[in-house]
């Protein structure tokens, strides 16, 4: 009987080794820490596609910027084409009143529909009171003084174009640039000053307009050349009183 219960002892504890692997399962935490390490790395990922996302609407808003520019800038220029075609139509209108109702006699019926070119007509040199161009300017000037700035432009302009080589081009182009000038179409009157510099490289007017060409270009925000322009003023016209003025606007 001893024998019998140690043998049963005996398998019994033998039975107990064997029967511990099958109940403790370690595989089973090793893989449950698998998962634990993936919000971590997705926790890591966070600041750079916060940092993606910010500059993606950094780009966002410069863009919207850019695109509200060039809307102002397009509107701005169909404002200014649409008042150059009612200029041009104006002009034609005033041109087609000046021609004759009927060809003369003996002509082409077509010849009375040719608008004379400025090389075919001489220029009128000889008197400034009793000329076309003298009414034209005159037309203009009137306008001005009565605040009539779009008439009294187009006044001086159909001089300018129709008379290029008047005396009284040069005073009728001055005006134009000072009326743009005035309506703050600064491009505009450093274009028209420019343009009188050039045809009329000796006239009176030049150290004036070269004192607005300065003025023009300082409020376009070129306030070196602006200067540069002034010290020309300076420089060639010393005893003018543009040149007093430059000196004042130098100091500034």
Request: glycine letters at 6%.
């Amino acid at each position: 009987m001893l024998r019998v219960t140690l043998a049963a002892l005996a398998l019994t504890g033998c039975g107990g080794v064997a029967t511990q692997p099958a109940t403790g399962e370690a595989p089973r935490p090793a893989a449950a820490a698998a998962p634990a390490d993936q919000p971590s790395a997705t926790a890591s990922d966070q600041p750079r596609l916060a940092e993606q996302m910010t500059r993606i609407a950094g780009e966002l808003s410069e863009l919207q910027n850019a695109v509200a520019k060039l809307i102002a800038s397009s509107r701005q220029q169909d404002d200014q084409l649409t008042y150059l075609r009612r200029r041009v139509e104006e002009l034609e209108a005033l041109n087609r009143g000046r021609l004759p109702a009927a060809a003369p006699s003996g002509f082409a019926p077509g010849a009375q529909l040719a608008p004379p070119t400025p090389a075919a007509a001489p220029a009128p040199l000889a008197s400034a009171t009793t000329t076309p161009a003298a009414d034209l300017y005159r037309a203009g000037a009137e306008k001005l003084r009565a605040k009539e700035l779009d008439a009294a432009l187009l006044s001086f302009y159909d001089l300018i174009v129709t008379y290029p080589d008047h005396p009284l081009r040069e005073s009728a182009q001055f005006l134009v640039a000072d009326i743009l000038y005035t309506q703050k179409d600064y491009r505009g009157a450093l274009a028209e000053f420019e343009a009188l510099v050039a045809a009329v490289p000796r006239g009176e007017k030049v150290p004036d307009a070269l004192m607005k060409i300065g003025l023009c270009q300082k409020d376009l925000g070129d306030t070196a050349q602006a200067k540069r322009t002034w010290e020309s003023i300076v420089r060639d016209y010393p005893t003018s009183v543009a040149a007093r003025q430059a000196r004042v606007l130098l100091r500034n």
